[in-house]
């Protein structure tokens, strides 16, 4: 009975900030009450520059967080229609000599992956369904030869209690704004967590090549620990 007193307040609290139609605004529908505006105003923001979060954290990371509590009121729109999602990073040496169990993953012998956790220092981070889109943002960044951090695709499975929006909602969302509407094809999904996250890391062997001062130690480490022989 406490439980179902929980879940019908929380229905009651979702249906007083956002009415019944979630970003009614967007589409010509439902017009957005006052809190429900503010909100949709920080998750647009988030998705229109990732960095901009940092001048007002608390607010875009509350705002994610009152719609992860509302995703029973709105499930085509915030229950995430994924799993099995990606996120690009850069690593460094240190960092890739910690994964464990480091093998090539097929015959081809172009992608090594390995275990670990994965460890955000956001308390939400942009992810994707799609791995090709993942490695795009892992090498997007200029410098990063010369920064000698080598680009690596995190997989992983986290919690669907952390994870937020269905990618077709996200698309709509950018589609809205001609900041974002360019981007609005790289099948995002928003993870609200920063725990730690059990996953494999990927790194196609093309980018260990390219760092110097970075690529022969790695490939040393891993033709020792993993038996791997990676070859010019």
Not at 1 to 21: P, S, V
Not at 86 to 113: A, H, S
Not at 182 to 204: A, G, H, M
Request: charged share 30%; hydrophobic share 40%.
């Amino acid at each position: 009975m406490k439980r179902l007193l929980e879940h019908l307040l929380q229905e009651d609290d979702c249906a007083r900030i956002f009415g019944n139609t979630l970003f009614g605004d967007l589409n010509g529908g439902e017009k957005d009450l006052t809190q429900e505006k503010e909100i949709r105003k920080a998750v647009q923001s988030f998705f229109s520059d990732k960095l901009t979060y940092r001048d007002k954290p608390e607010t875009v990371v509350n705002a994610f967080r009152e719609l992860l509590k509302c995703k029973g009121k709105f499930p085509n729109e915030l229950q995430p229609n994924v799993s099995l999602v990606y996120r690009g990073v850069r690593m460094t040496m240190p960092d890739i000599l910690k994964i464990k169990d480091w093998k090539f993953v097929d015959d081809t012998r172009q992608e090594i992956i390995g275990t670990g956790n994965y460890q955000s220092k956001y308390p939400i981070q942009s992810w994707s369904a799609s791995k090709i889109r993942a490695e795009f943002f892992a090498i997007d960044f200029p410098s990063w030869r010369k920064k000698r951090i080598v680009p690596a695709i995190v997989i992983a499975v986290p919690s669907k209690n952390e994870m937020l929006f269905n990618t077709s909602f996200v698309k709509n969302l950018k589609m809205s704004s001609k900041r974002t509407a360019k981007f609005s094809n790289e099948q995002e999904i928003v993870r609200v967590s920063n725990d730690s996250l059990p996953c494999k890391f990927l790194i196609p062997v093309q980018y260990l090549k390219m760092i110097e001062g970075v690529s022969q130690p790695v490939i040393d480490h891993l033709a020792t620990t993993a038996g791997l022989r990676i070859t010019a």
